[in-house]
């Protein structure tokens, strides 16, 4: 039923009440049963237990609890204790991130007033807001919040914040008139009241229309309940390589098997050694080693006043190719701010930020000061005057108690060094005529010091220009004639091309004594001062921000619910919109599927006067081109969205429980920039997670490959199972675990964003993991033939040098996996943690070969020191071949 089309009669009769005395108790009983209660559904919740088990479902999981059965039948149990332990407490993390999602609805839920005035059989009654039901007369006042969507029937000046909903940050004038707009959207509808938005200002009555999931933010939950959370590209590219190192690790048991059983090898020897290859073709560790890396991205972010919900948000911050953020509170201060100001022909511009009571005031472009001129000097005292707004320091920031708009005359007047509290003894209020959205208008009577009598009036400007019948013009009162007329009407116009939001002041003087009792007499014949424009200016830092995300390859687009105008000039002043970009607003979308929304998205930079479902159809067409979408926002009316991004962002400050609970990163200043710190955190975190794969699996093919080698020559195993498990859980950890905490290289902001559908071995990653692990393979066996041959009744010193040269290799290799390009185009030593990780390594190792007790465990013997310069020399050769090769390249 479209009630906001409705005169007030026709929505009394449709919807069967009475607005005198309401439903009477068995009606209510009946809109029970046939509507249910006034609640939000939470839809089918899964057990904890289930939820807990299901951690356990991907693929590396799998990957990793095979590794722990062959670790035990190695009978290697630490080893198998250890890997479970890891299993068990990622399985921990993503149960609690889960549980933690859940709480959204909930936030939502306690949105809605939990108590509510309501009439019923005549009386008026205090009840839980759930028992509200469709006919029921709500009345409401300044600090309620509304129970259920109504629509308005009795306004004495009712204003309603609906910033959590449409993402506009003034309050909206309500009214109980039927609108003529078709298809208006939920910030034009100045009838209706929605479930869960706050009385700023004056108070009304409403008739329920709509209850629970049939209001619109009951709408909203729904979404919020169907939006799918999207898996990351890291989770993608890894289960892909679990499912890769798998098919390896059975490929290779099986091909050791039996080829050492067609030599003549027992089987159960050869079953070992496979099982040993398998070991060494799945990097248990990894998966691990993810999970410190991102936790340390967390704590970075953190020291950068971003917060992470779910760690995998770092990691899908640097692959994000758009950022669709909301306006209001993300991309502008929230706070309205005069910036122009116009009377008797002139205009002026005044700075400063937010509600700060410091600026400076400009007429062409030269600073002046208020109090010389007196058109501009009366306006502003006028605006301070006829003002409820006050400022009030909380914690070291400073906070407006009031309108918007009366804050932001407010803060202009404190500007030129006006003082309220000084000014309300110059001046004396005899009586007030309240701001009421029929009038649009609001006054004051006044006496001063002298005994000088005043009404002071503010409001819109095109109401009170026709109220005048003078003008204060070369600061002289003159008749406002038709030509004046116009050029006022002109600089009101240029105010609002400006997309400022325009508010006049007027006054007239009246004789001392006069008894004014309407309004209708106070404000008419008055002589118009001027206009004041304002705007939600943006913050500062965001047009850097923008400009530096757009040097990334990263696209940013601007979702508000505010008017097309006022996008349009923001957009702007932030370099978003730009000669060829595309502006769609809300009735445009509608009419819209996502296939229709497809073919124009990538050309549209900003969406104006959309609502919960247009936000969700915008990012979904964007998914839909292979974009990863970052989502921001801070209201009720993002959370769908932002859950159904690839990655959401609610604001720390301004956003609502609801937005938080339903993101992945909240930003603890509201600060659009630092989201372009976290992309930059999670390409380079990416990048490192590359590095330690790289290193990682070319130690891991070394290792198979030695092996292979060995067993296709007829040769001994050159390593032993204990021996190819110490590399891979103690002397591969430590390095792979550092190369997580390098530094971003110099270039990471000036790449393209790195396509979702990337594999693990892009890049030529693939390569690099082959050649060099062949190399160190190769280099290995050398190192065990050379001195097996030589002495073949000692195997195990062979096994020692094969063991030994294995890990300076992967030693020496690691530096060289810290770059792209070659070990020679960093400082090898720029990242210390490395250099501290790879000593550890060799003293771990050393130990195993020096000290007697662990000999016979790792079935080593001590290294003469005329060997250490075989393993030395053999173990750089595959670092500094291929450096070589790439100097040879560059010289080329």
Known sequence: MKFHEMEIKQVEKVLETDFSSGLSTEEIKKRIAQHGHNELDEGEKQSALLL???????????????????????????????????????????????????????????????????????????????????????????????????????????????????????????SIDALQTANPGIGDMENIGFMGTMITRGSGLGVVIATGMKTAMGQIADLLQ??????????????????????????????????????????????????????????????????????????????????????????????????????????????????????????????????????????????????????????????????????????????????????????????????????????????????????????????????????????????????????????????????IQNKVQDAINGLAAKALRTIAIAFKPVPAHTVIISEHEAEKKLTFIGVQGMIDPPRPEVKDAVKECKEAGIKTVMITGDHVITAKAIASQLGILTGKSKVLDGKALSDMSVEDLENVVEDVSVFARVSPEHKLKIVKALQNKGHVVA??????????????????????????????????????????????????????????????????????????????????????????????????LVTDGLPAMALGLDRPEENVMKRKPRSPNEGVFSRGLGWKVVSRGFLIGLVTLLAFMIVYQNDSSRLDYAQTIAFATLVMAQLIHVFDCRSEKSVLSRNPFGNQYLVWAVISSLVLVLVVIYYPPLQPVFHTLPILAKDWLLIMGLSSVPTFLLAGSFLLRKTK
């Open 52 to 174: 807990f088990f299901s951690q356990f479902k991907d693929f590396m999981v799998l990957v990793l609890l095979a590794a722990t059965l062959i670790s035990g039948l190695l009978g290697e149990y630490i080893d198998a204790i250890a890997i479970i332990a890891i299993v068990i407490i990622n399985g921990f993390l993503g149960f609690f991130q889960e549980r933690k999602a859940e709480k959204s609805l909930q936030a939502l839920k306690e949105l809605t007033a939990p108590q509510v005035s309501v009439l019923r059989d005549g009386q008026w009654l205090k009840i839980p807001s759930k028992e509200i039901v469709i006919g029921d007369i709500l009345k409401f006042t300044s600090g309620d919040r509304i129970g259920a969507d109504v629509r308005i029937i009795e306004s004495k000046s009712l204003e309603i914040e609906e910033s959590a909903l449409t993402g506009e940050s003034v309050p909206v004038s309500k």
């Open 226 to 483: 169907n939006a799918e959370s999207q898996e990351t590209p890291l989770q993608r590219r890894l289960e892909q390589l679990g499912k890769i190192l798998i098919t390896v690790a059975l490929v290779l048991t099986v091909l050791v098997v039996v080829i050492g059983v067609f030599q003549g090898h027992e089987l159960y020897e050869m079953f070992l050694a496979g099982v040993s290859l398998a070991v060494a073709a799945i990097p248990e560790g990894l998966p691990a080693i993810v999970t410190v890396a991102l936790s340390l991205g967390v704590q970075k972010m953190i020291k950068k006043n971003a917060i992470v919900r779910k760690i995998q948000a770092v990691e899908t911050l640097g692959c994000a190719s758009v950022i669709c953020s909301d306006k209001t509170g993300t991309m502008t201060q929230n706070k309205m701010t005069v910036t122009h100001l116009w009377s008797s022909g002139h205009t002026w511009t005044v700075d400063g930020v937010g509600y700060q009571p410091q600026g400076k005031f400009y007429r062409n472009e030269k600073t002046v000061h208020p109090k010389d001129e007196k058109a501009l000097q009366q306006m502003l005292i006028f605006g301070m005057l006829c003002n409820h707004s006050d400022l009030v320091m909380n914690e070291e920031e400073i906070i407006l108690d009031g309108d918007p708009t009366e804050g932001a005359l407010l803060v202009s007047a404190m500007k030129a060094g006006f003082d309220r509290p000084a000014l309300l003894k110059e001046f004396t209020v005899i009586n007030e005529f309240p701001f009421d959205s029929a009038r649009k208008m609001m006054s004051m009577h006044v006496k001063d010091k002298q005994g000088r009598h005043f009404i002071v009036t503010k409001g819109a400007p095109d109401v009170i220009l026709g109220n005048c019948e003078s003008i204060l013009w070369e600061e002289k009162t003159q008749y406002l004639g038709q030509e």
């Open 631 to 728: 989502m921001t926002g801070d209201g009720v009316n993002d959370a769908p969205a932002i859950k159904a991004a690839d990655i959401g962002v609610a604001m720390g400050i301004t956003g609502t429980d609801v937005a938080k609970e339903a993101s992945a990163l909240v930003l603890l200043d509201d600060n659009f920039a630092t989201i372009k710190a976290a992309i930059k955190e999670g390409r380079n975190i990416y990048e490192n997670i590359r590095k330690f794969v790289r290193y990682l699996l070319a130690s891991n093919v070394g290792e198979i490959l030695v092996m292979l080698f060995a067993m296709i020559l007829g040769l001994p195993l050159p390593l032993v199972p204990i021996q190819i498990l110490w590399v891979n």
